[in-house]
């Protein structure tokens, strides 16, 4: 089985997710991980897709608990020998009118968004196959975050030098600045959500450029994305897009060809690089 070509999608019961597993169904020559934090959800999407004539698989998966992580990763190492396809669409959003404090909305957001997100990549990145992809879902909302920051942090996050442990370090000072009710004096843009994009997209620059230092040649491809103002539970009702065409841009780099040399460390939407 070691042979046989994986790919995953965390967060992927629903909403968009279901949507990426749903492409990938149709256009991948492989095994299709569909992953959930509760088993029953993950089912139930598995069934659905299998109604339609496709086939996915269910693993269990919550990206806040490091075990969880561990146990899918074990899993796919010993039966897949590694990772073709990672992408990493797991995440979380308040309501605009949701009266839960700021603080604590930073808080709860940027440990699952950020956060549970580095945990997934610095557990998985290592299974990547040669020629591998991996998708981070950002939002563009990060892009507009980043103008909303003061000059001082908008140099910090779009710096080709910043290092991990500096990014780590500016989110846990949003997370204070946020709980000691200072982050607009601090140069922070009032999204907790903005906020954790811009986490997303930074690491993924910081990631592929990590790969080029110690996997150069491999061919992977490393890169974030925007699906666009997708109708799901998060976005709500009035959004522009459809699950399936915002799995448009996140399948398309997926399934680069696996002679292709880019784009890698970039922002994307709607299938172009966008400026960061």
Not at 2 to 22: C, D, E, P, Q
Not at 187 to 196: F, K, M
Request: proline share 4%; hydrophobic share 40%; charged share 25%.
């Amino acid at each position: 089985m070691a042979s046989r070509r994986v790919a995953v999608v965390t967060g992927s019961n629903k909403g968009i997710g279901l949507a990426i597993v749903r492409a990938l169904c149709k256009q991948f020559t492989g095994d299709v991980y569909l992953t959930a934090r509760d088993p029953k959800l993950g089912e139930a999407a598995v069934k659905e897709l299998k109604g339609e004539g496709l086939t996915a698989f269910f693993h269990q998966l919550d990206i806040t608990d490091l075990q969880s992580i561990r146990r899918l990763r074990d899993f796919l190492e010993k039966k897949y020998g590694g990772i073709d396809v990672l992408i990493n669409n797991a995440g979380i959003a308040f309501k605009v009118d949701d009266t839960t404090p700021f603080c604590a909305q930073a808080e709860v957001t940027l440990r699952t968004n950020f956060f549970a997100t580095r945990d997934v990549c610095n557990e998985l990145l290592p299974l990547i196959k040669a020629h591998g992809r991996v998708v981070n879902v950002s939002s563009m909302v990060s892009v507009r975050a980043l103008s909303g920051c003061s000059q001082a942090l908008q140099q910090k996050f779009r710096s080709d030098t910043i290092t991990e442990e500096e990014l780590v370090a500016l989110m846990e000072k949003f997370i204070k600045d946020a709980k000691d009710g200072v982050h607009s004096n601090e140069g922070w843009p009032n999204s907790a959500y903005g906020v954790s994009k811009i986490g997303v997209t930074v690491l993924s620059r910081i990631q592929a450029r990590k790969l080029n230092e110690k996997r150069k040649g491999e061919g992977i491809l490393l890169n974030a994305c925007c699906p666009g103002w997708v109708r799901t539970d998060m976005a709500g009702p009035k959004a522009t897009k459809s699950p399936d065409e915002g799995a448009e841009t996140p399948v398309y780099l997926a399934l680069l060809p696996p002679d292709a040399d880019g784009p890698h460390g970039q922002f994307l939407s709607e299938k172009k690089v966008e400026k960061w």
